[in-house]
């Protein structure tokens, strides 16, 4: 099955600096790759999702790029917020039944 | 957006005593609907995966007489913890897609479940 390896586990950054989260995927035929922003006794919320037939997808500050070739794939976050602050996950799988497999999470700190 | 509403979001109760955890899709057909379970700092586990009007299929080592789940309609799955021991408090989540190709999970606020 697949496997989704995300790093770093925790990032703290400056506000207004970039962050960046990388993660890695084992099975060629994934095709969607979304992520998730998960804050403190909250559910996930998708913030951003790019399929594999798309290198790069730009949201405000948000950007994902994609590598197909070498399996991995990028959350930045440009001009960080406190707000920012949370637990970022990404997810690989592909379409028809879909059921994504998550990786281990980010928990990225903002200071002020 | 979507939305996913699971209720209760808090629950704490004695040992022995069954919980029921609903997910609801207000806004969209749910063809599936996911289970989670999250501990402390980690990620998401999958549970199981429950289709409309059909059994739920279970990821390997969740007790399926344990964790009962319904899926009765396109808009309402249940999570039913029976007989519920401290070792079952954890942080449950449910998630809910369409069905359709790559099409995003949209997940509930979750359920906190404290067995005393």
């Known amino acids: 099955g697949e496997n989704v390896e995300q790093h770093p586990s925790t990032l703290s950054v400056q506000e207004g600096d970039s962050a960046v989260i990388k993660c890695t995927y084992s099975?060629?035929?994934?095709?969607?790759f979304p992520w998730y922003k998960q804050e403190l006794g909250k559910g996930p919320q998708l913030i951003i999702d790019i399929r594999s037939n798309v290198g790069e997808k730009k949201d405000q500050r948000i950007a994902v790029t994609l590598n197909k070739t070498a399996k991995h794939f990028s959350l930045h976050i440009t001009e960080t917020q406190p707000e920012d602050s949370a637990v970022y996950f990404c997810a690989a799988g592909f379409g028809g039944s879909y059921i994504p497999t998550f990786g281990r999470g980010t928990s990225l700190i903002v200071h002020p | 957006g979507a939305v996913v509403s699971q209720h209760p979001s808090r629950v704490i109760c004695k040992s022995g005593t069954s919980v029921k955890i609903e997910c609801r899709s207000l806004d969209f057909q749910a063809t599936t609907m996911f289970w989670y379970r999250q501990f402390p700092k980690q990620s998401l586990m999958l549970m199981a995966t429950s289709n409309e009007g059909s059994k739920a299929t279970y990821e390997q080592g969740v007790e399926k007489d344990k964790f009962l789940i319904n899926h009765a309609s396109l808009t309402l799955s249940t999570l039913t913890v029976t007989s519920a021991h401290p070792e079952d408090s954890s942080f449950y989540i449910c998630?809910?897609?369409?069905?359709?190709?790559?099409?995003?999970?949209?997940f509930g606020d979750g359920t906190r479940l404290s067995i005393l």
């Open positions: 099975d060629s035929a994934s095709n969607y």
């Open positions: 998630s809910a897609t369409t069905g359709s190709p790559s099409q995003p999970q949209h």
